[in-house]
């Protein structure tokens, strides 16, 4: 009899089981495929390594500018898979041996329910007092565009970089994975089309934000054709001729590109894992109904990360680990947090709380703040300017509500603002911080100077 059974060892899944043990539990974990889930094997890791590499491509190029020539990049492609995989192997490694320190069972197999607090795996059955689902996701399939990982890829075939980078590139969908793979063919020489269904990219993030950024992206020769859905393909001996339709007008035109990557979300993983059989409810979307302790209709039954409910992001997945370890070894932990988003193109997009229009949805007295990077003294140094602070705070109480920035490192610079809203400060709180000098995190404290009519380095309107 295990204390706490943890099905699945992702972000979700090692983090639940690490921090049970620590509470001095009893601890098995069990894993039907690669230990460390989709974040270290085929999501988060890889494709940052990736757009890494495709970035210093880029900067090679762009240093021209300042008078570096390093002639065009050789790409060595098998070196470059080489190294990622040396990056996902040395991480999931890592994650063997922290189990091995805290004392967690590892048990390799697909584990089903078979009663409440019964798994079946491997033929043989395990009991917990508590627990943890954490299975994960798979990618959504678009009807018509079935992947087969040769031509029609998931993301996970869009990551074996080493088979070649195809010579025009198709990414169904503007979300993360989309862009994230746009940028990287991109770089490596593609010729990228994204095509979006909605009306701006990263559907849900702040419009002018999101705008800001596909404008960008544009400049770096990424065609983005939002309002569009890709409505099937024939193979032709020149490539796959892809039908797109503009969502409003109906009007349709034909692209012909090399790879196409589907990328329009992902679907909780709970295929044959037996929730009938414990009595766990899902939802209408397929993800395992949870409460704010992380608990789900079955009483030390828990669900987090993927499987559980959206956004589907790898720190909060871990958080959500942590809370449910937690609440299995008696605990009362609540979630409750800020959850921070980040697109990894170059310049980076990264938000977190509110948008302007969910501030303005809810009939707060909106007040924005914003800083162009075209006036970071750090941005220039980097020959990078494009990009935007934008703050969204409430007028009447001074409170900030959320960050919104596309920037070099937008991915780190977002921290302060998760701790900002954490805090409950206010936008003075921000402005009032002392922040080095020169750097691109200034640029947060001068929005928050901006937001209130009194930054130095621009005309405050
Ligand atoms: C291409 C890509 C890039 C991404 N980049 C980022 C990023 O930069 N930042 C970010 O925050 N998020 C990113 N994500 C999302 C992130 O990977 C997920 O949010 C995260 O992995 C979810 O963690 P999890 O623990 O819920 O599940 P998963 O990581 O999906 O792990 C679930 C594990 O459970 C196992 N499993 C499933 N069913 C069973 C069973 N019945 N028995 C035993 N084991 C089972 C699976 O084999 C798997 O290993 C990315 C995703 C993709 C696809």
């Known amino acids: 009899m295990y204390d706490v059974i943890v099905i699945g060892t992702g972000p979700g899944g090692y983090h639940a089981a690490i921090r049970a043990a620590q509470l001095g539990k009893k601890v098995l974990a069990i894993e039907a495929d690669a230990v460390g889930g989709v974040c270290l094997n085929v999501g988060c890791i890889p494709t940052k390594a990736l757009l890494h590499a495709a970035e210093e491509v880029e900067n090679a190029r762009k240093a021209a500018e300042f008078g570096l020539e390093f002639g065009e990049p050789k790409v060595d492609l098998n070196k470059l898979g080489s190294w990622r995989d040396g990056i996902v192997k ?40 508590s627990i943890i689902i954490a299975t994960g996701s798979e990618p959504a399939t678009l009807p018509g565009f ?12 869009a990551l074996k970089i080493e088979e070649g980078v195809p010579k025009r590139f198709l ?21 990228v089309t994204v095509v979006e269904f909605m009306p701006q990219i990263l559907p849900g993030s702040d419009a ?84 704010d302790r992380m608990e789900t209709s079955v009483p030390g039954v828990y669900a987090i990360g993927d499987v559980a409910r959206p956004p589907l992001l790898a720190h909060k997945a871990m958080k959500e680990g942590l809370v449910a370890a937690e609440n299995a070894a008696g605990g009362n932990a609540v979630f409750d947090y800020q959850i921070p988003g980040v697109v990894y193109t170059s310049p980076e997009w990264a938000a977190v709380g509110m948008t302007e229009e969910e501030a303005r949805e809810k009939g707060i007295n909106v007040k924005v703040g914003k800083f162009p990077l075209t006036a970071s003294g750090r941005a220039m140094t980097l020959g990078a300017t494009e990009g935007v602070i934008k703050l ?70």
């Open 90 to 129: 040395r991480l999931t490694g890592g994650v063997q041996t922290l189990f091995k320190a805290n004392k967690v069972e590892l048990k390799r197999g697909f584990a089903r329910f078979v009663g409440p607090k019964k798994l079946e795996v491997n033929g043989e059955v395990v009991e917990g007092r």
């Open 146 to 157: 079935e992947p087969d990982e040769q031509g029609i890829l998931t993301s996970t075939g």
């Open 171 to 191: 990414a169904i969908g503007a979300g993360a994975i989309g862009l994230e793979f746009a940028s990287i063919m991109n770089r490596f020489g593609a010729e």
């Open 208 to 291: 002018e934000v999101a705008n800001l950024l596909a404008r960008i992206l544009g400049k770096q020769g990424i065609t983005i054709k939002t309002q569009t859905k890709a409505v099937g393909y024939e193979k032709k001996k020149d490539g796959y001729h892809v039908t797109l339709e503009h969502v409003e007008t109906g009007a349709q035109e034909e692209i012909v590109v090399d790879k196409i990557l589907v990328a329009v979300g992902r679907r909780p993983r709970t295929q044959g894992l037996g929730l009938e059989a414990a009595g766990v409810e899902v939802d209408a979307k397929g993800f395992i109904k949870v409460n």
């Open 392 to 461: 969204v705070g409430d007028a009447d109480t001074d409170l900030l509500l959320g960050v919104h920035i596309v920037a070099p490192e937008a991915s780190d610079l977002i921290a302060e603002a998760a701790l900002a809203l954490e805090m409950a400060a206010t936008v003075t709180d921000l402005a009032l911080t002392v922040h080095a000098h020169p750097t691109l995190a200034e640029s947060v404290m001068e929005a928050a100077e901006h937001f209130h009519k009194q930054a130095i380095h621009i005309a405050n309107r």
